[in-house]
């Protein structure tokens, strides 16, 4: 492994009763990198992701962090690895508790690896929600009384306040209408190169993925059947699987 791989999977299998989800599949991401994973529903890549995360239980394979093996870690070293790599959900609404406000909720983090004092936990909350648009309004909301999109900056917001070096993205706006899929776009592209983060999206349309990645891995059936520069597959998809993503792609674009 080179000294610039961050995280890498090899041989990863995974299986749900009789179903093998993830089949054999070989992944490294580089310091620095914005990587997608791209395929339809049912295609293994959001369980690809929650096993790397360590969210999901691998039955074969290995997994690393900054060049540990995260399997053989003791509890405390993994959580201080944890702390440098961060999930943003796909389900907004459910991955934040009903009875926390915004501040509260991007707040939780902090207080949980003790980062600073509180004036300086509440200084960071605040600097990261106006970087990220959620106005000061906003910022004693509940859950409940946010747009959807709103959510997802909260969430994404979460993420980024432990300024990890590492984020992994599940569908981060597959759920949200055109024009706040569009924002979002934007948002997560100007935070990446503001912060230099490496990161992993996960996504099923691979015209929205090649706006958000560098480099793209197609996943069908729980096997790597094409991956390579995201310019590369948009204009010349080796395998027909490929070519079907961007013919459906081009087809909801009309």
Known sequence: MSDGTVVSARGLRV????????????????????????????????????????LQRADEGEIHW??????????SRLRRLRARL????????????PRFTVRQAVREGLDVHGEGLP?????????????????????DRL????????RQRVNIARALVLRPEVVFFDEPVSSLD???????????????TEQGLTSIVVLHDLAVAAQ?????VVL?????????????????PRHPYTRELLLAARAAAR
Do not use: W
């Open 86 to 97: 961060q999930m943003v959900f796909q389900d907004s609404s459910s991955t934040l508790d």
């Open 15 to 54: 299986r749900y009763g009789p179903q093998l989800v993830l089949d054999g599949v070989d992944l490294r991401l580089e310091r620095g990198e914005s990587l997608a994973v791209v395929g339809e529903s049912g295609s293994g890549k959001s369980t690809l992701l929650r096993a790397l995360a360590r």
């Open 119 to 139: 004036s300086e936990r509440a200084r960071r909350v605040a600097d990261l929600l106006a970087r990220l648009g959620i106005a000061d309004e906003l910022h």
């Open 212 to 216: 958000l990645a560098s480099r793209i």
């Open 178 to 192: 055109v024009i706040v899929q569009r924002d979002l776009i934007e948002l997560l592209d100007e935070t990446r």
């Open 220 to 236: 069908r059936s729980g096997v790597v059947v094409e991956e390579g520069p995201a310019h590369e597959l948009l204009t010349a």
């Open 143 to 150: 859950p409940h009384e946010l747009s959807g999109g709103q």
């Open 66 to 75: 900054f060049g540990e093996p995260v399997a053989a870690a003791r509890p």
